[in-house]
């Protein structure tokens, strides 16, 4: 079999999404040399079915996720100066109704927290604003509205960062291959030898350590190793986005679905509104993940409650799409399951492969940082290229000069 170069990469990437980038780029700065592989087009995955945002996740604070929420928030601080083009603070409005689960008290309890774990860095002020007034702009509902909490967080185009951060890691000597499907790979004591398939033609290269990337397919990719690693249960969790024919000009609406008090988005995309998510196990193959009848009929029906002088049915649906999240297998509802990265190397002594499991867009970096952190004592020692928090980001086909 034909070999893809004859050069032993120091890290090989399985994974062309937000975690394959971040790891190629700050590899790559580290002055490792890299090689990553994606079976199809850079960000085609869940790094590009998210909900685009670059947030602290305002509702992990009711699930006591605030380590979690603190290192968003600093990595939204980040980002915003690292790629200004690429991701921009955006008003967020949470409307507050007499029968809300999350009352007033709650909200402003919420948000001042959150502002604290902000260390007050970028626009951390929030405001009360009074029901008046609403019906002239997005028209959300004024039946029953108390007030409506106005703060600021980030949106993105994410699968446009994937490609930025990609970018950055190829001009610095990263090999980055889309159309490249890994097929298995042998560990061995001092080598990984990896099998892939380009156009066609199977091939081989050979790494001192291989990192999974392959977000949904983390189970899958492992069951390809020889010998086979120890494989973490885990649950797919399918979230569904709508995007729908109607302007909304205000920002973003952060809603508190009737049915189960979850919280939904209904977002300004492209001058359209994108409303998601949802969260329903996922058992099939991640590749052919669609939304499903059911949460389409639940998106619609939260829109219209909130929204009801501009209602909308399945004819107002433009597209639809569907992400998979991963996260630790447990009995707890999905809704308070953590939303941390975890990690999971093998073997024990001396490891030769790494697994990223779950994890958050807005913290692709400091998991790169921690994945580095993880592996370098098994790599030799190399000259550094760059510093991955000096190295600005800029949306493809904009000229970085
Ligand atoms: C519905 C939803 C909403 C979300 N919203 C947000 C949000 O608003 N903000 C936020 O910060 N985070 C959000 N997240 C989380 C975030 O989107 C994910 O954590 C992140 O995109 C995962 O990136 P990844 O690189 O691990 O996986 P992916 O983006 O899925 O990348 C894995 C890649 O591996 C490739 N691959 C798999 N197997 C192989 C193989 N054998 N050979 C070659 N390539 C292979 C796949 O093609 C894929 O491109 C959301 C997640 C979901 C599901």
């Known amino acids: 079999m034909h070999k893809l170069t004859s050069k032993t990469y120091d890290i090989a990437i399985i994974g062309g999404g937000i975690h394959g980038a971040g790891v190629a780029q700050a590899a790559a700065a580290a002055g490792y040399s890299v090689l990553l592989l994606e079976q199809n087009e850079i960000g085609s995955g869940t790094s590009s079915r998210s909900s685009k945002l670059i947030h ?57 927290l959150y502002a604290l774990l902000g260390k007050l860095r970028d626009n951390f002020l929030f405001s009360k604003i009074s029901p008046q007034g609403w019906e002239n702009t997005d028209k959300i509902s004024t039946k029953e509205l108390i007030c409506v909490f106005q703060y600021w967080d980030a949106q993105t185009d994410d699968q446009a960062l994937t490609n930025a951060v990609m970018h950055s890691a190829r001009s610095l000597g990263a090999d980055i291959i889309s159309s490249a499907k890994f097929t298995h790979a042998k560990l061995e004591k001092n080598n990984c030898e990896l099998n892939l398939i380009i156009n066609n033609q199977k091939l081989t290269a050979d790494s001192r350590f291989l990192v999974n990337a392959s977000g949904p397919w983390v189970s899958q990719t492992l069951q390809t190793i020889t010998p086979t690693p120890p494989i973490t249960p885990i649950d797919l969790v399918q979230g569904t986005h709508i995007l729908v024919d109607r302007n909304q000009s205000q920002g973003i609406y952060y809603l508190e679905s009737p049915s189960d008090k979850r919280a939904v988005f209904s977002m300004p995309w492209k001058n359209k509104t994108l409303i998601g998510t949802t969260e329903t196990i996922y058992n099939g193959d991640p590749a052919k993940v669609t939304p499903t009848q059911a949460e389409i009929d639940y998106l619609i029906s939260i829109y219209n409650h909130y929204f009801p002088t501009r209602c909308i049915d399945e004819s107002h649906i433009l597209s639809s799409f569907a992400g998979l999240r991963v996260l630790p297998k447990d009995a707890q509802s999905v809704f308070s399951r953590s939303r941390d990265t975890f990690f999971s190397t093998y073997p024990n002594n001396n490891p030769k492969l790494l697994s990223i499991y779950g994890g958050k867009l807005t913290t692709y970096r400091s998991t790169a ?13 190399r000259k550094i290229i760059a510093n991955p928090s000096k190295l600005k980001l800029f949306p493809p086909n904009t000229s970085t000069v």
């Open 56 to 112: 602290g996740g305002l509702r992990y604070l009711e699930s006591a996720q605030f380590s979690l929420v603190k290192e968003c928030l600093k990595e939204r601080s980040n980002l915003i100066s690292l790629a200004p083009n690429l991701v921009k603070l955006v008003p967020f409005y949470i409307p507050v109704y007499k029968d809300s689960q999350r009352t007033a008290l709650i909200i402003r309890l919420g948000l001042s």
């Open 369 to 381: 940082q921690k994945v580095l952190n993880t592996i370098k004592s098994t790599l030799p020692k």
